[in-house]
């Protein structure tokens, strides 16, 4: 079975502080994505990345930076956290071998930032 | 992106039959019809997907209308383990045969199994 681990399951950070959250596949996968999910708007896709050091920018990329430097991690980057990023955040991976393979996420990162 | 639209809420009880329908009227000849849940405090979980033929696997069944602007995700007898969000995706590929599987969730049916 396919694994997909985000570090932490609860992370609690205060506001203007750097954050990364982190993500690792382990089935080889090309695409990585990272989503965030709130009540109401339901996943909405921040970045993601078919290669590594390729990264796209998804639907609400403000605010966040990423970073691919292994096939198997990606990581998420809050430059300077802000309360209005508290969310839950999930990582995602899928292969480009397949044609419309599917994804694979973790289990989420409850992000509160104060 | 093509929108699909699915209940709210529906319920059901273990055992029994339980099908969720989804609306996409909107639906283009290359977009796949995907189905993912989520259950509670877990990331969602891929189901099943098809193009234009009813497909089986071993967690469910797709029905998809004959002129695609509907289909309907089966569980043939629900379980506890079965409630959860489930989300109904129109998912495009591309000229060149492959996606790199950004998926646009919508809210989803909250589906709830009664003992």
């Known amino acids: 079975d396919v694994k997909v681990t985000q570090s932490s399951r609860y992370l609690v950070k205060r506001t203007g502080e750097k954050v990364f959250l982190e993500c690792v596949q382990d089935?080889?996968?090309?695409?990585m994505f990272w989503y965030r999910q709130d009540p109401g708007l339901g996943l909405r896709l921040i970045y993601f990345?078919?290669?590594?050091?390729?990264?796209e920018k998804g639907d609400i990329p403000e605010g966040y930076s990423v970073s691919r430097e292994k096939k198997e991690r990606f990581s998420l980057i809050l430059e300077s956290a802000s309360t209005n990023q508290t969310s839950m955040y999930l990582c995602a991976s899928s292969t480009l071998l397949l044609r419309v393979a599917p994804l694979h996420f973790g289990n989420g990162t409850r992000l509160t930032v104060t | 992106d093509a929108k699909t639209t699915q209940p709210n809420s529906m319920e059901s009880n273990e055992e029994e039959p339980v099908h969720l329908p989804c609306n996409h009227s909107?639906?283009?000849?290359?977009?796949?019809i995907h189905w993912y849940r989520q259950l509670p405090s877990q990331g969602p979980e891929y189901v099943i997907h098809g193009l234009t033929s009813n497909v089986n696997n071993r967690m469910a069944s797709l029905a998809i209308a004959e002129d695609r602007k509907s289909s309907t995700l089966i569980l043939h007898r629900a379980t506890l383990r079965d409630a959860a969000v489930y989300y109904c995706i129109l998912r495009e590929v591309n000229a060149g045969g492959t996606s790199y599987g950004k998926l646009t969730f919508g809210q989803g049916t909250i589906l709830t199994v009664h003992p």
């Open positions: 990345s078919y290669d590594v050091k390729m990264k």
């Open positions: 089935m080889d996968h090309e695409n």
């Open positions: 909107t639906i283009s000849g290359t977009d796949y």
